[in-house]
């Protein structure tokens, strides 16, 4: 019974590695590199930090 669960097991994992290669699997990792934050993406982010930061200030105070 083991064996049976063991082989269908290996099956399926040869199926599904086979389905990833022929979506362009590779094996390795995608690498995208992004653009520097420019000014108006930092304001929103100590904007919504300052919400953020707000929020927890009401609520436990």
Partial sequence: MIATFVIRA???SERVYAAMLARGYTGHPLR????PLCGREY?????????????LVIAYT
Avoid: D, K, Y
């Fill in 10 to 12: 290996c099956e399926r």
């Fill in 32 to 35: 995208t590199t992004h653009p």
């Fill in 43 to 55: 304001a929103l982010l100590g904007g919504g930090f300052v919400v953020f930061a707000s929020i």
